[in-house]
């Protein structure tokens, strides 16, 4: 199997490939046309990428079977042109969880000390202990988290650990779940954003997100409050953001920016942080060794069990439902062209599959297949059906 490793990754990561003995290219400045071009000479399997961008040229490019995103976010990758290609994409999800709070909470606690402007004044030639001495403290204060997947879980024990009261939203969060955890459930964004002292967002970036934190939520945040966003900047409404900054005086701790660029190094331009106070870094959340070594096993993994049954764990964008109407049951004697003569069938009725397994009985001497139609056959076809093979035992049709 080719692995085309086109960013950043553990050299654990590449070891494990090639002792389970895939055929490595290894190229991590590889982005735009050089990509398109890598694609097409190595024609790999796999694609595996953290920052990069994946377009519709690139899976165009080759034969790819597998975009693996060695991270979280898979916002980078045109998914639905791998979705119409048959292309697999598939995440390493939760393997961060723990280095993009600490970075976080590094970010909470740097915006109340003013860490940043007291190494700057320092580095300077200038001394204010006067100035920087002024902090507020966190302790006993109210944090909100909007989102609890696994970064947000991961920021309680550590509010707990620094004294803070936690508030929450999330869609899937019940009264019955934040009591598990511990924090306090509020019905929407806009009612964590008028109670709390500090904000940390920790949403994955999809259609019902895209600019959710936006004017009402800053309207309601308290003037001076701190506000950190590590999850993608695309969820908040930029424009909203820097007018709270400069109304209301909120701090903010960014790690992700709207305008970043698409390599590791570049020019950057965004000019949300020249304002003050807003503290940045490079989206460097997922970037200790620790969780690089988590998601490189992963990512191997993940090509590993695709390679050795075809099935890809973490999978981004199977169906959730297809067009579907009913399931074709038939149970079967587990003899040569069975299936296939059922398949005929359906396809001389002019009908589509959309899905299908069959699954062995014990003993391998029958099974039962499940086929999921577009459309329902007719009665005669199902007549047909059970009269035609003397290996078929029962036809049945569910309507879905």
Known sequence: MRVLIADEFEQSGRDKLRDLGCEISFQPALKDDA??????EFQPDALVVRSTKVTEAHLAAGALKLVV??????????????????????????KNSIAVAELAFGLILALDRRLADNVASLR???????EYSKAAGICGRTLGLIGLGQIGREMIPRA??????VIAWSRSLTPERAAELGVERRPSPVDVAAEADIVSVHLALNGETRGLVGAEFFARLKPGAIFINTARAEVVDQAALSRAVLEKKIR???????????????EFADPIVKLDPVYGTHHIGASTEQAQEAIAAEAVRIIQTFRDTGHVPNVVNLARKTPATCALVVR???????????LDSVHAAGINVQEMENVIFDGAEAAVARINLETEPSPAMLEELRRANENIVDVTLIRL
């Open 35 to 40: 990509l398109t071009a890598a694609i097409a």
């Open 332 to 342: 079967h004697l587990d003899r040569p062209g069975v299936l296939a003569a059922v």
């Open 124 to 130: 300077a030639g200038q001394w204010n202990k006067k």
């Open 160 to 165: 707990c650990g620094f004294g803070l009261r």
């Open 69 to 94: 995103r060695a991270g979280a976010g898979f916002n980078t990758i045109d998914v639905a042109a791998a979705s119409r290609r048959g292309i697999y994409v598939s995440n390493c999800p939760g």
């Open 252 to 266: 903010v701790g960014l790690d992700v920016f709207a305008q970043e660029p698409a390599g590791g190094v570049g």
